[in-house]
Every structure is written in C-alpha cells, then in structure tokens.
C-alpha cells in the first residue's frame, strides 16, 4: 500500500524522466519525438526515506483519440482520481503555455493535493518560468531538474507531509483493527507545542492583499507608536519583514508585504509581483488575514490570493477594509455574504471581518476571528468520533450505487493537522461523485466545528 502519486503536465515537460529519476530505472522511455507512445505503469519510487507508487502519465496522450486538450483532461482526471498527491509538471525553459494553465484549471478544482514542479531548471536556467508559475494559482512552484537530479530535496520537503499521511492513516487502520478496541476521545495525542500567543511560541500572522487594501495603514493601527522591527531582516531590507506584536496578553509576528510591493512598484511588475509576495508571507504564516477594499471587494486578484491561502492550507480571516467610507452597510454586507456563497466552496464558512484600518474599528474583532480561525485549523476530531458520524452520514445520504453496486465508506481517520486533512478508506473511489465528498466536507465542518478552514480530504482504495 502505501501513497500514490501522479505525475502530470502537457507533453515533453519532462513526466517520463521524473518517473525515471524517482524510480531509479529506465522503466519509462523517453523522447523527443511526439507519437512515441509509452506505458502508463506505476512504479515504486523512492526519494530519501520517502516510499511511495508512482504513476507517470505520459503514456496517455498519444495512445488514445480526441484532441490533445480532450486527452490529457481525461488523463488529469483520472490520475488526479488514484492519487493521492500530484505532481504538475511545466518546463520552466518553456514557461507557461496556455496548455499548462488549462491543466492547472483542472487540477486546481480537485481536494487532491497538488505539487507544482518547474522542471528543467538545472543551473539558474528557466528561472522566468519559475516566476511565471506562480500564476498558475497551485502555490509555490518547486524548480527542480529531473535530468540532473536537482531540487529533489525541496521536492522531499513538499512530497513528505502528504506521503507520511497516507502511512500514518493505514498503519491507524492497522492498529484499530488489531485491538479493534474503541479510541478514547481523550486518548489522542496531545500536541507538545507550546502554547500558541505564549512567549516562547508567537502566532503567525500575515497580512496579505492587493495593493492599496490598506495593509501599510491597518499595521500601522496594530502597533501604534512602538513599532518594533525585529528579524535578521529588519533594518536591512525591508523585503520580508516581520513585527512582534501584542495583542491583549497574546503574542504575534506579523508578517507584512507592504514594503516589499513598494519596491515592486519601481521595477513595474505590480500585477504579477503582489500575489508571488503574499504567496511568500502566506508560506511563513499560521494565520493569513486577505485584506479588501471594501469599495470593490472580491475582484480577480482578491480570489486569486484567497485561492492561494486555501491552496497552501493555511488558516484564514478576509478583512473587508475601508468599512468607514461604506454608505449602504446593510447592501454592502449583503454583496459580500453572496460573494461568500459563490466563491468559497473549499472554505465554506470563511471568517469575514469589516473594519476600518484608518479609525481603527474592528481590530479586537478581527485579532478574535485570528485566533479563532487558528483554533479550527488545529481541530483534530478522533477516530472513533470520524467513525461514528460517518456511519451516520452514510445511513442518512448513503454514497450512490454504481453499476448496481453501493460504493462503500469503510472508515475515516485525521493522520493531520494544520490543516486538517481526512482520508476516508473506500471501496470506489474512483467512482465516487466529486458532489459526495462536497456532501461530506460540508457535514463534517458543520458537526466538529471547522468552518472556514481548508479542509484536505483523500481517499484509500480498499474494502
Ligand atoms: P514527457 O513527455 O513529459 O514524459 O517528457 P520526457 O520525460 O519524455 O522529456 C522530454 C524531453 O525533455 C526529453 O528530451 C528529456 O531529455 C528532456 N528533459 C527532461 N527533464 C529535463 C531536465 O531536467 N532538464 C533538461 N534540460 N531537459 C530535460
Ligand atoms: P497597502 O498598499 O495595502 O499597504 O495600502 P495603504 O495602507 O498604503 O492604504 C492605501 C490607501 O487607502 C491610503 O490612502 C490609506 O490612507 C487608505 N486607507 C487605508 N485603510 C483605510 C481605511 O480603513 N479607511 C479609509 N477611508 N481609507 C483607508
């Protein structure tokens, strides 16, 4: 058993040499010449200490009919179906083609776990197409060079968290069905970390958004007159900076990205530029707060950031800023719940705050929502609590019958926190409607008290 993961991505970007260099054989052929048609096997990779089944893709495209867009939607589908984790590969010498961000629009709607990868990037080669990857909206590409075996170990890094999952979850299984004794709910593992807001262990908050959000104001606000820069960074650039800040008894760095959209704004790349920025401030965060203008909330860039956060898993608060100069509350409000419903689906029930940044209004309600959103993304829900509510939810909106045959629900398990992630064993999955795990994701927030969160949820193969 262990994880599966796919690799996918247009042909040529380098699949079949990937596959190659993590399996350590010349299982895959590879080749220049388009119309070489290769096996789609999986095969048992290896990376460190890391174990996992391999699927390399590149067979699919040419053996079978249809246009090129038609093959590889089939072929991303179903890879995205058996794995576990996927790994979407772009050639960073070639960029970003229209083919790449049409994959991407497929393979950012799956709860699978994607990796990005810019292949080809051995050397400082192909490092614009690593800069062009980022709008993609899959998180932080990973350059790496599949051919000369570079970057493997950040590869190691992204890979490791979902592989270890998917361990943890069967050797659960293993393990309950072994003593096949109840769980005490008060039986988990109780996380050794200090106290989050204690001194020793500050939260993490970035303040991310477009520009002219009025971050630079409502951080400001926060720290009032003693503003405290502190980090190898601070005094240098202000590239990346990081503040300590307390809030009540409760202590926070904040993580802001004012300083550095400053300078982006001199080298004209502002569009591009403030979403790899925030990516950056969300990639060291616990807690991201998306900051909107309250005036025109919710454009692309706003849901290209929120995306973002949600992608990269981290908890989340929307700021919607600026509520001082909103005339028509009551309209405005009203905007944004239906924006709300329209947008989040991977993070339903999102923790919005109006606020004013300027006056000052709202910071105590928004630090609370922080801290709150902080909690839901550390939720850890026993096994034996997942086990009795999916026996309900399975009794009161049974999975459909397939072919005459009732897809089977066997057991859930949380291997993570941090965000939470639930890998339910089934004996289709591949069948199962993406509507049904919809079903499922909304249920379980709704009864353990996780809204707002992203939530990973994974299938396992098996009776
Ligand atoms: P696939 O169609 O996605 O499976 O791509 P292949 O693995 O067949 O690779 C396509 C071409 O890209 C081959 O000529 C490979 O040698 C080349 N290639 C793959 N990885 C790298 C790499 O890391 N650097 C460079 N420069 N070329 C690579
Ligand atoms: P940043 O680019 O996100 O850091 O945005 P700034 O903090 O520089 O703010 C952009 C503009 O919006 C400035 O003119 C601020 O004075 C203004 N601004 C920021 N927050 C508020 C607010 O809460 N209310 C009002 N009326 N204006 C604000």
């Known amino acids: 058993m262990g994880a599966t993961v796919a690799i996918i991505g247009r042909p040529n970007v380098g699949k079949s040499t990937l596959f190659n260099r993590l399996v350590g054989k010349r299982l895959a052929l590879v080749d220049d010449t388009p119309g070489v048609t290769r096996d789609r096997r999986p095969g048992e990779a290896r990376l460190g200490d890391l174990k996992f089944t ?35 590969l772009i050639d960073a010498r070639a960029g970003v083609t229209p083919l790449d961000a049409h994959f991407a629009d497929v393979a950012r709607r799956t709860t699978t776990p994607v990796i990005l990868i810019a292949n080809k990037a051995e050397g400082r080669a192909g490092s614009d197409g690593l800069y062009e990857a980022y709008s993609l909206g899959l998180g932080e590409p990973i350059a790496v060079s599949a051919e000369h075996g570079e970057g493997l170990a950040d590869l190691y890094d992204a890979l490791k968290p979902y592989v270890d999952a998917i361990t943890e979850a069967e050797d659960a299984k293993r393990e309950e069905a072994r003593t096949a004794v109840d769980v005490d709910e008060d039986g988990e593992l109780v996380d050794e970390e200090v106290p989050v807001g204690t001194r020793e262990r500050p939260l993490r908050v970035a303040i991310v958004g477009r520009p002219n959000a009025g971050k630079s104001t409502l951080i400001n606000r926060m720290l009032g007159e003693d503003r ?236």
């Open 228 to 463: 405290m820069l502190t980090g190898p960074e601070a005094g240098i650039t202000r590239d990346s900076i990081s503040v300590d800040w307390q809030w009540q008894d409760r202590h926070i760095k904040l993580f802001d990205t004012a300083g550095i959209r400053r300078k982006a704004r001199v080298q004209e790349k502002l569009e591009k530029l403030s979403v790899a920025d925030a990516l950056r401030a969300i990639k060291f965060a616990e807690v991201v707060v998306v900051t909107l203008d309250a005036s025109n909330a919710f454009e692309k860039q706003d849901l290209q950031i929120i995306d973002l956060v949600a992608r990269e898993g981290r908890a989340l608060v929307i700021a919607v800023n600026k509520w001082d100069l909103v005339e028509d509350r009551e309209a405005a409000w009203k905007q944004i719940r239906d924006a709300n419903d329209r947008y989040f689906n991977q993070i339903r029930g999102v923790r919005i705050v109006t606020l004013s940044g300027l006056q000052g209004q709202g910071l105590d309600r928004l630090m609370e929502n922080v801290f709150e959103a902080y909690e839901a993304w550390n939720a850890r829900v026993s096994t034996a609590r997942l086990n009795r509510w999916l026996e309900k939810v399975t009794v009161n909106h049974p999975p459909p019958a397939v072919a005459g045959r009732r897809i089977r629900l066997r057991y859930l398990t949380q291997p993570k926190t941090r965000p939470p992630h639930f890998v339910a064993f089934c004996s289709r999955p591949e069948q199962l409607p993406e509507s049904y795990t919809r079903y499922l994701v909304n249920s379980l927030r709704e009864t353990f008290g996780i809204p707002g969160t992203p939530i990973r949820f994974s299938y396992r193969k098996g009776e």
């Open 54 to 88: 391999i699927i390399d893709t590149a067979g699919l495209e040419e053996a079978e009919a249809g246009t090129l867009e038609g093959r590889m939607r089939r072929q991303t589908e179903e890879a995205i179906r058996e794995a576990d984790a996927i790994l979407f």
